[in-house]
């Protein structure tokens, strides 16, 4: 199949969120002469590495495609012509009905079940974002090392986030790390523990404490580690979220406007404003479930909610990482297409587009989150 869609596709090369994207063809010819990435791939697969993977939010004229319903898929995009995207790309959903056969007509042997890219594919489906740092260490985690340079995180994110999460676990130091002197030194080291490739080897003693089986513990720690991170993220967000709202009310489009637009216009800004607000409520309740679960354990010294939370934050981190990523699309390509401090100007029906663009994948969000609660 051929998805034509120019507009989306040039897009995603330009500006795309990483939330939402892994462009591993604009990587490879920003990084061709990388010795790291022929000695690494992130694929096998020569065309499958030279990719585009987005987490795509399913239309309704595309639910036919798979056998149960579902809200979002990993989509694969390959460019017919990668020097030029306006010739548009064929695409693949995993999950679709006839992905086995598809995916090995598309990208060869590799792709059959229980092979490496298979495996590789699978671990990318089940994260709910495609968030460069925790991708790239669910990969670490079950074996797979693909060179840095596919992965859009920079030494100065790295730094902010080590730095960020260091405050939030200074508290855990005295009942996990065992170790005497310097608070900041051992939450330093702390944190270099859970956030690596084996976090349990730091965590012995709290492993202990909650009586986790090995694999509850690990799964449970993973999610800690995306719990943290997505608190990062909104810390970074926030700023920009005031502005970009201010602007989503009272920006004006330039040109002639149909009766369609006019109708619309008014109460998308009043949607799309409530919606931002829910999904970020969604967010900052999660996060608070949390909260609440680590001061339990850190000054009171009451384990049981934290070691609820740890069996509960597999499952809660995939909703709380498609919350997180909706918002994060929205400023990222907000900002990327209205930048700070320039007078920008954009047509009707551009405007029109994006807001919808941005609702669609709000209120995708919003109704798993709606249908959670009622289960």
Not at 282 to 303: C, E, I, R
Request: hydrophobic share 40%.
């Amino acid at each position: 199949m051929k998805d034509r869609t120019v507009r989306s596709l040039v897009a995603l090369e330009e500006s795309a969120s990483t939330a939402r994207v892994l462009n591993l063809s604009a990587t490879l010819r920003r990084s061709k002469d990388d010795p790291a990435l022929k000695a690494r791939p992130f694929f096998e697969s020569r065309i499958l590495n030279a990719s585009i993977i987005v987490k795509h939010r399913i239309r309704p004229t595309e639910l036919e495609m798979f056998s149960k319903p579902r809200a979002t898929a990993t989509k694969i995009m390959t460019p017919i012509d990668g020097s030029d995207l306006k010739l548009g790309a064929r695409f693949l959903m995993v999950g679709q009905r006839d992905f086995d056969e598809t995916a090995v007509e598309m990208f060869g042997e590799g792709l059959r079940s229980g092979r490496r890219d298979r495996l590789v594919l699978e671990l990318i489906d089940e994260l709910p974002s495609l968030d460069p740092f925790l991708l790239r260490e669910n990969l670490k985690r079950n074996g797979f090392e693909p060179a840095r340079g596919y992965f859009a995180i920079s030494d100065a994110d790295v730094e902010r986030m080590f730095a960020y999460v260091r405050t939030q676990v200074t508290a855990l130091v005295s009942l996990s790390s065992g170790q005497a002197g310097d608070a900041s030194q051992a939450a330093a080291k702390l944190v270099e523990k859970l956030l690596s490739n084996s976090p349990d080897e730091g965590f012995g003693p709290l492993k202990e404490v909650l009586r986790l089986n090995d694999k509850d513990y690990a799964d449970g720690v993973f999610g800690w580690r995306g719990f943290l991170y997505y608190k990062w993220v909104l810390d970074e967000l926030t700023p920009q979220l005031g502005q970009v709202l201010q602007e989503v009310a009272t920006i004006r489009p330039l040109g002639p406007k149909s009766a369609d637009f006019n109708n619309y216009l008014p109460r998308a800004r009043t949607r799309l404003e409530a919606a931002i607000s829910q999904a970020v409520d969604g967010v900052n309740g999660m996060l608070s479930v949390y909260d609440k679960a680590f001061a339990s354990l850190t000054q009171d010294g009451q384990p049981t909610a934290f070691r609820d939370f740890l069996l509960a934050a597999p499952e809660m981190f995939m909703s709380l990482g498609e919350q997180s990523g909706a918002v994060q699309h929205i400023l990222s390509f907000w900002r990327y297409r209205f930048p700070l401090g320039r007078r920008v100007s954009v047509s009707p029906d551009e405007l029109m587009e994006i807001f919808l663009d941005f609702e669609d994948g709000l209120l995708c969000v919003n109704q798993d989150k709606a249908s959670n609660k009622a289960a």
